[in-house]
């Protein structure tokens, strides 16, 4: 905890901060700093068919982190373009991207608009087709914080760009053993015998 006071108290301390009320224009407020009215995102979301994305005069918060010496990796949702491999978040300041380039994808089958969109890096990745992808990139993340604490690097940022509280939505089913488990518990605890 001491270096994050260090941290705050040799930068800038930020008590409030608005979000948008869509997920593209959030994205690039939060990784440039900016309003999105200021970085040509204030209009809403990035379309698959729009060949548009995060303009490049505007340098990432990973950008800057990298810069600093820092390894920089993302996880999870990008939907700040695709159309060009300059707007890549590989591009953008970021080592490492493991999720989608688009807005929204099946939570199983990772299909936006009858294209799969499930990548590391520029790689499409087929091995964790119909895996849960909240799990994924839980795992995703751990694997990268736990092959970095055995580096000797920077500490390191890991960005989190989830798709959790986004459509569409699916759930990820508990195992029949654990359904069956809550089960038996529920009835012994709600049964009069």
């Known amino acids: ?12 301390i930020l008590e409030q901060h608005y979000s948008q009320p869509s997920c593209t224009p959030s994205r690039g ?9 200021n970085i040509d995102l204030h209009p809403g979301v990035i379309f ?29 949702k990008w939907h700040l ?4 491999k300059k707007y890549l978040p590989t591009n953008r300041g970021f080592d490492h991207h493991y999720g989608f380039w688009l807005g929204a994808q099946g939570y199983y089958s990772h299909i936006r608009d009858h294209g799969y969109d499930l990548r590391s890096d520029l790689n499409i990745v087929q091995a ?5 992808s909240s799990d994924l990139y839980g795992y995703q993340a751990a694997n990268i914080i736990s092959r970095h604490r055995k580096s000797k690097k920077a500490a ?4 989190c760009l989830s798709i ?9 089913p508990l195992p029949e053993h ?11 605890r709600h049964t009069r015998g």
């Not at 905890?1 to 800038?12: D, E, F, Q, V, W």
């Not at 959790?164 to 990820?172: A, E, G, I, Q, Y």
């Open 48 to 76: 698959p068919q729009v060949p548009f994305g995060l303009p490049t005069q505007f340098p990432t918060l990973a950008d800057k982190l990298r810069n600093a010496g820092y390894a920089t990796h993302a996880v999870g």
């Open 178 to 188: 654990v359904f069956q488990c809550k089960k038996q518990s529920w009835e012994t």
């Open 128 to 132: 964790d087709n119909q895996t849960y």
């Open 29 to 37: 407020a939060l990784l440039t700093g900016r309003y999105p009215v």
């Open 81 to 84: 373009g695709f159309c060009n």
């Open 1 to 12: 905890m001491p270096n994050l006071h260090k941290l705050a108290k040799s930068g800038i």
């Open 164 to 172: 959790s509280t986004h459509t569409p939505t699916s759930t990820n």
């Open 156 to 159: 390191l940022p890991v960005l």
